[in-house]
Structures are given as C-alpha cells and as structure tokens.
C-alpha cells in the first residue's frame, strides 16, 4: 500500500507538541516530508534552542 505526503501530513495534524499544546503543522515545526517506495522521512523542528534528541522507542510507526 503507497503512503502519500497527504496521509503523512494528516497524521502528523494529531501530533501535539506538549509545552504549547498545538499541533507541530498549525505551528509550523515540519520542515519537510519525504515519501519513497521503502521509507518516509519527517523533519520536524524543535520548539527551543537546548531540545536535545531523544531516541525513539523503536524508531518507527504504524499509520
């Protein structure tokens, strides 16, 4: 099953970012989105200057 930018973005809406309580796209934190046969790639900017990267838990998810 092919995943669209537009699946991906709709997803992403759902995504709250917890210290301003809005969704990353209504405050404009994905940069881009990137969708190949084998993988998608999301970049998503931090809300402040000292955010450091955590690792994800498993790395992926299942839309």
Request: aromatic letters at 0%; a negative charge.
């Amino acid at each position: 099953m092919a995943v669209s930018i537009e699946t991906i973005t709709q997803a992403l809406a759902t995504v709250i970012d917890p210290e301003l309580r809005a969704p990353i796209t209504e405050l404009d934190m994905v940069e881009s989105v990137d969708v190949t046969d084998t993988a998608v790639t999301v970049s998503v900017l931090l809300t402040i200057v000292d955010a450091r990267p955590r690792p994800l838990s498993n790395g992926v998810a299942r839309l």
